[in-house]
């Protein structure tokens, strides 16, 4: 007949075999240290606070209970950072003390601010994991700090719940908790659309004003526990692509400009709300980006904010171009893209003719002499006629005299007076 195996044995082979290592992140004195662990504790100063040893919450596959009956003692140390010299923590049984895997401070103090490492170990095995706790005090004039706040966004017109983290250590088992809201550290009457249940809070038809901080607080013996969350509201998100603003994104836009001459264009665009990405609004000249070209004479600008109002934004970018250049002539194309579309406009730049213009501004001023000429020619001939509208030179003699038609031809052009003036007609 077998001999039984002791049930010690067996609990310790399940639980030696249930160490499960999922990424080792280092090994001192035989020692399997996984580091800091990612749930970090941030109280308020004068907070009841528990630590829990992290090995038993994703590390092994055993709770405190079966550690210990394997024979396995779980010892703490504290360290003021991780990379520091660790010491045994002194307990008072009272302020700080051990209850089975994890440590009270009631209350927490400003000097327990520090990584405590937990530590799981006979005499031939050993793993041990630290967790980070912060304490800090309120901020100026608040009930929460501003840097310990939970971070929630919300969309207009939609709906939200906020919760009250991290209270189940102090409530008691199969009941819920007794939780007070405050906003912005001050009671309020709720409207109807924001119920209130356990240790949640939710607001049902979210408006712009429900902007600001939210403070949850529940009574554990002769102390407060404080979760703040900050809640910022933003435009619903947007399924359209942006609208260029300027240039006209529909219609060629033409710029007639000298050569040698300084250019600036500007592209101002609308994107609605996209969550946490940038906008993109960039300019090509054809298929080139503009880094491509003479980057000693043109430059593209950073994005620049306009104005930005629940998550949607307005933005511009320029492109200057010091010194406008023959190859410089062409199509630029304002480009605005995001992950619903892409749109564009096009600015083209062409040269401005001014040789046409002094030309022409010559013959005028030839034109103008020669005339001038013909007057003074005609004042000197022609002193004799009688310049009425009605009468003048007889009819015979003005049809017949060379020289009247002279002047009535001179008159005319000059003057742009109609035939009936001369003709008497």
């Not at 077998?2 to 609990?11: A, E, M, N, T, Y």
């Not at 109280?43 to 550690?67: D, M, Q, S, W």
Request: net charge positive; proline share 4%.
């Amino acid at each position: 007949m077998r001999s039984r195996v002791p049930l010690q044995i067996l609990l310790y082979a399940t639980v030696i075999r249930s160490l499960k290592v999922v990424s080792k992140r280092g090994s001192v004195d035989g020692c399997t240290d996984w580091s800091v662990d990612y749930l970090r504790y941030r109280v308020l100063l004068g907070e009841p606070v528990r630590i829990k040893c992290a090995l038993f919450y994703g590390y092994i596959r055993a709770n405190y209970t079966h550690a210990q009956s394997a024979g396995l003692s779980l010892m703490w140390y504290r360290s003021a950072t991780h990379t520091d010299h660790e010491e045994p923590i002194t307990l008072d049984g009272t302020r700080t003390l051990k209850e089975e895997d994890a440590l009270w401070f009631r209350p927490a103090q400003l000097q327990d601010s520090g990584h405590y490492s937990c530590v799981l170990r006979n005499s031939s095995y050993c793993m041990k994991v630290s967790m980070a706790l912060t304490v800090a005090e309120n901020s100026s004039g608040l009930c929460y700090n501003s840097k310990m706040r939970r971070l929630e966004k919300a969309e207009l017109s939609k709906s939200k719940d906020i919760l009250c983290p991290d209270i189940q250590d102090y409530t008691p088992a199969g009941s819920e908790p007794h939780v007070t809201w405050y906003k912005e550290c001050r009671p309020k009457q709720w409207r109807s659309s924001i119920i209130r249940t356990a240790d949640l809070l939710s607001i049902r038809d979210v408006r712009e004003d429900d902007i600001g901080n939210y403070t949850c607080e529940i009574q554990f013996g002769r102390f407060l526990v404080r979760r703040t969350t900050e809640l910022t509201v933003t435009a619903p998100l947007t399924d359209k692509p942006p609208k260029i603003l300027q240039p006209p994104e529909h219609k060629l836009s033409v710029m007639e400009l000298q050569l040698g001459g300084p250019v600036n264009l500007t592209c101002r665009a609308f994107f609605g709300y996209s969550g946490d990405v940038s906008p993109l609004i960039y300019w090509m000249k054809g298929e080139k980006f503009i880094e491509d070209l003479d980057e000693t004479r043109i430059r593209e600008s950073e994005i620049k904010m306009v104005r930005e109002h629940l998550g949607e934004q307005e933005v511009s970018v320029s492109l200057t171009i010091d010194s406008l250049q023959e190859e410089d002539l062409g199509n630029y194309s304002c480009y605005v893209e995001n992950g619903h579309g892409r749109r564009h406009a096009i600015i083209q730049l062409s040269r401005r003719e001014l040789m046409y213009t002094v030309e022409l501004a010559g013959e005028i001023t030839s034109a103008v002499r020669m005339w001038m000429e013909k007057i003074k020619i005609m004042m000197l001939t022609c002193p004799t006629l009688k310049w009425t509208r009605t009468s003048g030179v007889r009819k015979a003699e003005r049809k017949n005299t060379l020289l009247w038609r002279f002047c009535q031809t001179c008159w005319k052009s000059i003057m742009g007076i109609n035939s009936s003036f001369l003709t008497g007609t």
